[in-house]
């Protein structure tokens, strides 16, 4: 006669997660146009895009940028308000075909 034995665990763990955001706490203007600018992740959230998509302007030169203290990147509201303003309008000059 065999005995077999059962062995339940539980296992039972606590996470916290603590979220910061950097709060620029003075006004920044852009040194090219003298427009507000405000921080990657706030730009973000303001024109429901992706920060990376932000950099990549930032890497083709399309939008104007600071780095300020603390590593926080810094945008120019009016050049990337442009740069997606651009990306948005309809193509001139192509017609739609009718079949």
Excluded: N, W
Excluded at 53 to 65: L, R, S
């Amino acid at each position: 006669m065999e005995i077999k034995r059962k062995l339940e665990m539980s296992v039972a763990t606590d996470r916290q997660y603590i979220i910061r955001q950097s709060r620029v706490k003075e006004d920044v203007s852009c040194s090219q146009c003298g427009e507000d600018m405000l921080s990657a992740e706030q730009t973000a959230v303001l024109f429901s895009i992706k920060q990376r998509e932000i950099f990549q302007f930032i890497e083709g030169k399309t939008v104007h940028f600071a780095e300020i203290e603390g590593g926080v990147v810094m945008i120019c509201l009016s050049s990337l308000a442009k740069v997606l303003e651009k990306r948005t309008l309809p193509r001139q000059g192509k017609k739609a075909s009718v079949l």
